[in-house]
Protein backbone atom coordinates (compact mmCIF):
# COMPACT_ATOMS: atom_id res chain seq x y z
CA UNK A 1 0.00 0.00 0.00
CA UNK A 2 1.23 3.38 -0.82
CA UNK A 3 0.80 6.54 0.76
CA UNK A 4 0.85 9.99 -0.54
CA UNK A 5 0.84 13.83 1.69
CA UNK A 6 -0.18 16.27 -0.55
CA UNK A 7 0.26 20.08 1.12
CA UNK A 8 -0.25 23.05 -0.27
CA UNK A 9 1.34 26.37 -0.33
CA UNK A 10 0.92 28.27 3.37
CA UNK A 11 1.19 24.15 5.16
CA UNK A 12 4.39 23.20 2.75
CA UNK A 13 6.55 26.12 4.19
CA UNK A 14 5.29 25.77 7.92
CA UNK A 15 6.49 22.23 7.26
CA UNK A 16 9.51 23.32 5.87
CA UNK A 17 10.18 26.45 8.91
CA UNK A 18 9.47 23.36 11.76
CA UNK A 19 12.03 21.22 10.39
CA UNK A 20 14.53 24.03 10.14
CA UNK A 21 14.15 25.03 13.76
CA UNK A 22 14.34 21.29 14.53
CA UNK A 23 17.66 20.99 12.68
CA UNK A 24 19.05 24.14 14.27
CA UNK A 25 17.72 23.78 17.82
CA UNK A 26 20.78 21.48 19.32
CA UNK A 27 22.99 23.96 18.63
CA UNK A 28 21.37 27.01 19.76
CA UNK A 29 21.24 25.21 23.06
CA UNK A 30 25.09 24.01 22.65
CA UNK A 31 28.15 26.73 24.70
CA UNK A 32 30.15 26.65 21.17
CA UNK A 33 28.96 25.81 17.96
CA UNK A 34 32.27 25.20 16.60
CA UNK A 35 35.54 25.91 17.05
CA UNK A 36 37.86 25.25 20.21
CA UNK A 37 37.52 26.65 23.95
CA UNK A 38 39.59 27.63 26.61
CA UNK A 39 38.26 26.46 30.35
CA UNK A 40 39.65 28.15 33.40
CA UNK A 41 38.81 27.20 37.08
CA UNK A 42 38.40 30.64 39.21
CA UNK A 43 37.10 29.55 42.64
CA UNK A 44 33.97 28.19 42.50
CA UNK A 45 33.37 28.59 38.94
CA UNK A 46 34.48 27.56 35.44
CA UNK A 47 34.72 30.18 33.12
CA UNK A 48 34.55 28.85 29.47
CA UNK A 49 36.00 31.18 26.39
CA UNK A 50 35.03 29.35 22.76
CA UNK A 51 36.79 30.43 19.77
CA UNK A 52 36.46 29.78 16.42
CA UNK A 53 38.32 29.12 13.93
CA UNK A 54 40.50 26.68 16.00
CA UNK A 55 43.68 28.03 14.45
CA UNK A 56 43.08 31.71 14.02
CA UNK A 57 45.33 33.58 11.06
CA UNK A 58 45.56 37.57 11.04
CA UNK A 59 42.80 38.41 8.64
CA UNK A 60 40.24 36.08 9.86
CA UNK A 61 36.53 36.78 11.57
CA UNK A 62 36.97 35.56 14.89
CA UNK A 63 34.34 34.49 16.69
CA UNK A 64 34.75 34.72 20.50
CA UNK A 65 31.49 32.91 23.13
CA UNK A 66 30.97 33.70 26.64
CA UNK A 67 29.89 31.04 29.30
CA UNK A 68 30.36 30.56 32.96
CA UNK A 69 29.51 27.49 34.59
CA UNK A 70 29.94 25.61 38.35
CA UNK A 71 32.39 22.75 38.74
CA UNK A 72 29.83 20.32 37.92
CA UNK A 73 28.83 22.08 34.82
CA UNK A 74 25.69 23.86 35.54
CA UNK A 75 25.41 26.97 34.05
CA UNK A 76 25.57 30.24 35.92
CA UNK A 77 23.09 33.32 35.73
CA UNK A 78 24.45 36.17 35.10
CA UNK A 79 24.13 39.68 33.26
CA UNK A 80 26.63 40.94 31.43
CA UNK A 81 30.50 39.58 30.57
CA UNK A 82 33.11 42.46 30.30
CA UNK A 83 35.64 41.49 27.88
CA UNK A 84 39.01 43.33 26.58
CA UNK A 85 41.46 41.69 24.20
CA UNK A 86 45.32 42.70 23.98
CA UNK A 87 47.56 42.59 21.71
CA UNK A 88 50.64 43.23 23.96
CA UNK A 89 50.29 46.06 26.11
CA UNK A 90 47.69 47.81 23.26
CA UNK A 91 43.98 47.05 24.76
CA UNK A 92 42.55 46.70 20.84
CA UNK A 93 38.91 46.55 22.47
CA UNK A 94 37.04 47.12 25.11
CA UNK A 95 33.24 46.43 25.80
CA UNK A 96 30.28 44.93 27.53
CA UNK A 97 28.52 42.36 26.27
CA UNK A 98 25.00 41.36 27.63
CA UNK A 99 23.92 37.87 28.48
CA UNK A 100 22.66 36.36 25.22
CA UNK A 101 18.65 35.06 26.21
CA UNK A 102 19.56 32.08 23.32
CA UNK A 103 22.67 30.66 22.42
CA UNK A 104 26.07 31.56 23.43
CA UNK A 105 27.07 35.41 24.45
CA UNK A 106 29.33 36.24 21.30
CA UNK A 107 31.45 38.63 20.08
CA UNK A 108 32.36 38.70 16.12
CA UNK A 109 35.81 40.24 15.46
CA UNK A 110 37.81 40.87 12.11
CA UNK A 111 41.47 40.35 12.86
CA UNK A 112 43.46 42.93 11.08
CA UNK A 113 45.50 41.69 8.36
CA UNK A 114 48.60 42.45 9.68
CA UNK A 115 47.93 41.35 13.45
CA UNK A 116 50.35 38.48 14.51
CA UNK A 117 51.93 36.95 17.96
CA UNK A 118 49.39 36.09 21.16
CA UNK A 119 46.25 37.97 22.02
CA UNK A 120 45.19 38.25 25.38
CA UNK A 121 41.27 37.60 25.87
CA UNK A 122 40.23 39.25 29.68
CA UNK A 123 36.67 38.30 31.25
CA UNK A 124 34.71 39.83 33.62
CA UNK A 125 31.40 38.34 34.42
CA UNK A 126 29.03 40.37 36.30
CA UNK A 127 25.30 39.71 38.20
CA UNK A 128 24.42 43.29 39.05
CA UNK A 129 27.14 44.81 40.75
CA UNK A 130 28.42 41.62 41.61
CA UNK A 131 31.76 40.12 40.22
CA UNK A 132 31.65 36.40 39.59
CA UNK A 133 34.68 35.82 38.44
CA UNK A 134 37.64 36.64 36.18
CA UNK A 135 40.13 35.32 33.47
CA UNK A 136 42.73 35.82 31.35
CA UNK A 137 43.72 33.41 28.54
CA UNK A 138 45.61 33.72 25.37
CA UNK A 139 45.21 32.70 21.68
CA UNK A 140 47.87 32.89 19.46
CA UNK A 141 47.28 34.36 15.95
CA UNK A 142 48.99 33.05 13.31
CA UNK A 143 50.59 35.48 9.84
CA UNK A 144 48.15 34.91 7.49
CA UNK A 145 48.79 33.33 3.96
CA UNK A 146 46.89 36.41 2.17
CA UNK A 147 44.95 35.20 -1.53
CA UNK A 148 44.01 36.66 -4.32
CA UNK A 149 40.48 38.03 -2.69
CA UNK A 150 42.41 39.92 -0.14
CA UNK A 151 43.57 43.50 -0.49
CA UNK A 152 42.87 45.79 -3.85
CA UNK A 153 42.67 42.40 -6.02
CA UNK A 154 39.18 42.55 -5.21
CA UNK A 155 37.99 46.41 -5.29
CA UNK A 156 39.78 47.02 -8.41
CA UNK A 157 38.45 43.82 -10.34
CA UNK A 158 34.70 44.71 -9.80
CA UNK A 159 36.25 48.74 -10.82
CA UNK A 160 37.05 47.25 -13.88
CA UNK A 161 34.63 44.68 -14.95
CA UNK A 162 31.72 47.86 -13.36
CA UNK A 163 33.60 50.57 -16.26
CA UNK A 164 33.58 47.63 -19.01
CA UNK A 165 29.99 46.97 -18.80
CA UNK A 166 28.83 50.80 -18.59
CA UNK A 167 31.32 51.49 -21.56
CA UNK A 168 29.76 48.49 -23.27
CA UNK A 169 26.36 49.85 -22.90
CA UNK A 170 26.93 53.33 -23.59
CA UNK A 171 28.19 52.02 -26.98
CA UNK A 172 24.63 49.75 -27.40
CA UNK A 173 22.55 52.77 -26.34
CA UNK A 174 24.52 55.32 -28.48
CA UNK A 175 23.89 52.78 -31.69
CA UNK A 176 20.10 52.81 -30.58
CA UNK A 177 20.09 56.28 -31.01
CA UNK A 178 19.04 56.22 -27.01
CA UNK A 179 21.65 58.92 -26.13
Known sequence: ???TVLMHGRHRMWAAGVVVLLALFPAALSAHQTGASFETTVGQY???????PIAPESGD??????DIKKADKTRVPYDYVWVRLLHGDNS???TGVARADI???TILYQLPQDFQGPMTIETRFQR????????????????????LFSGWL???AVGLIGAGLGA???LYLREKGLI
Do not use: H, K, N, W
Open 1 to 3: MQY
Open 46 to 52: LVDVGYD
Open 61 to 66: RLVLDF
Open 92 to 94: ILA
Open 103 to 105: GPT
Open 128 to 147: GDDTLAESSSQLPIARGRGT
Open 154 to 156: VPG
Open 168 to 170: LAA
